[in-house]
C-alpha cells in the first residue's frame, strides 16, 4: 500500500542510461512514445514512473529499471509500521505506543519532502487509523467515530464496501490490522456476532495472502481467543468452545505457547457453560502454563476470576 523512494537519484540514474546510450528526450520519444515532457519529469524526479513506462525504457536502455527501481528505495521501511501495529494488537494498546508510530509517520512524511515518494492517501488512512486507535483507549470512547473513521479507511479504492457483507471482499496488510480494531469497536457496541465475522475474515486474509511470521501466528492466535469469548458474550458456549480448540491446535501446529493458556481458559470456562465434567482439566491446565511460565500476577488473576465469577475454586490444586 506504501511505496517509497528517492525519485531525484533514480531519475539522475535514468538520464544517466539514456545519455549513456546517446539518445537525446527526442529520440526517446520517437522510439516508443514517452513524451518528452513526462521523461523530463521523470528524470527531475518529479513524478512516479508508471511500469508501463519503465518497461518501455528498459527495453531501449538495455536494462531492467523496474530492478532498478528497488535499489532507490529509502531507508525507512513502512512495513515496520505494521510490525509496530501488530505489538499493539499483541501486548497492550497504550498512548505512548501509539505516539511512537505517529513518529515514524512523521517521517516518513519527512521523507517525501526530499523527492520521495510517498502515496499520500495512504499516509491519510494511517493517521487516520492512529486516530482511531486513540479514540478506542480513550475513557470515553466515542465507539461510532472509530467506527466511521475505520469504514472510512475501508472504503478507500473501493467503488462499493458494505461491512455486511466483507466476506469475499480481499484485504491488504494495512486493512487486515484495520478489520481487527474494527471489531474491536464492534465488541464495545456488544456486536459480538459483527465481530467475530469481522475478526474472521481477518485472519482468513492473513492465512491466504501474507507468509508466515511470528507476528502473524500470534495475530490469528489472538483472533481466535476474540471470537471465542465473543461467543462466550452471547452465550453461544458451543461455538466458544469450537473456537478455543481450534486456537489451541493451530498453537500446536505452529509450536507457539502465545496465549496458549488463555485458550485453554477460554476452553475451560465452555465447557463449564455446557456442563462437561472436563472443565476442571483445562482449567487447571492453563493454571499451570502461566505457573510453569512464571506468570504470577495474571495466574492469580486467573484463579481469583474462576472463583469470584464463576464459583469455581481450584485453589486446592496449587498448594
Known amino acids: 500500500m506504501f511505496s517509497s523512494y528517492d525519485l531525484e537519484e533514480f531519475g539522475k540514474f535514468l538520464r544517466l542510461q539514456r545519455t549513456n546510450c546517446k539518445l537525446s528526450q527526442k529520440d526517446v520519444n520517437t522510439i516508443c512514445d514517452v513524451s518528452q515532457e513526462t521523461l523530463r519529469r521523470i528524470e527531475n524526479g518529479l513524478v512516479v514512473p508508471k511500469f508501463t513506462t519503465l518497461e518501455l525504457l528498459s527495453s531501449i536502455y538495455r536494462i531492467n529499471l523496474i530492478k532498478s527501481l528497488n535499489n532507490f528505495k529509502t531507508s525507512r521501511n513502512v512495513y515496520d509500521i505494521y510490525s509496530k501495529i501488530d505489538e499493539l494488537f499483541l501486548t497492550r494498546i497504550e498512548e505512548t505506543k501509539i505516539d511512537k508510530i505517529a513518529m515514524y509517520v512523521e517521517g516518513i512524511k519527512e521523507d517525501s519532502d526530499k523527492s520521495n515518494y510517498v502515496d499520500f492517501r495512504a499516509v491519510d488512512n494511517l493517521v487516520k487509523f492512529l486516530e482511531a486507535l486513540r479514540i478506542y483507549i480513550s475513557p470515553d470512547s466515542n ?37 481487527i480494531l474494527l471489531a474491536l469497536f464492534y465488541s464495545i457496541k456488544r ?26 501466528v500470534k495475530l490469528i492466535i489472538k483472533i481466535f481467543i476474540n471470537v471465542s469469548y465473543n461467543y462466550h458474550k452471547i452465550a453461544k458456549h458451543n461455538e466458544a468452545l469450537n473456537y478455543a480448540n481450534l486456537g489451541i491446535e493451530y498453537c500446536y501446529d505452529n509450536s507457539s505457547m502465545y496465549c496458549l493458556s488463555f485458550l485453554y481458559f477460554r476452553k475451560g470456562i465452555s465447557l463449564y457453560y455446557l456442563k462437561d465434567s472436563d472443565y ?12 510453569k511460565q512464571d506468570k504470577m500476577s495474571e495466574f492469580k488473576m486467573y484463579l481469583d476470576t474462576l472463583k469470584e465469577v464463576y464459583g469455581i475454586d481450584l485453589s486446592d490444586y496449587f498448594n
Not at 280 to 291: A, D
Open 191 to 216: 456486536d459480538y456476532q459483527l465481530s467475530s465475522n469481522i475478526l474472521l475474515t481477518a485472519k482468513d486474509n492473513i492465512e491466504k495472502s501474507f507468509n508466515t511470521s511470528i507476528d502473524t
Open 143 to 179: 465507539v461510532d467515530q472509530g467506527i466511521k473513521i475505520l469504514t472510512e479507511i475501508l472504503e478507500f479504492n473501493r467503488l462499493k464496501f458494505s461491512i455486511d457483507d466483507i466476506n469475499n471482499e480481499k484485504f491488504d496488510v494495512f486493512e487486515v490490522r484495520v478489520l
Open 280 to 291: 476442571t482439566s483445562s482449567l487447571v491446565f492453563s493454571l499451570s502454563l502461566l505457573k
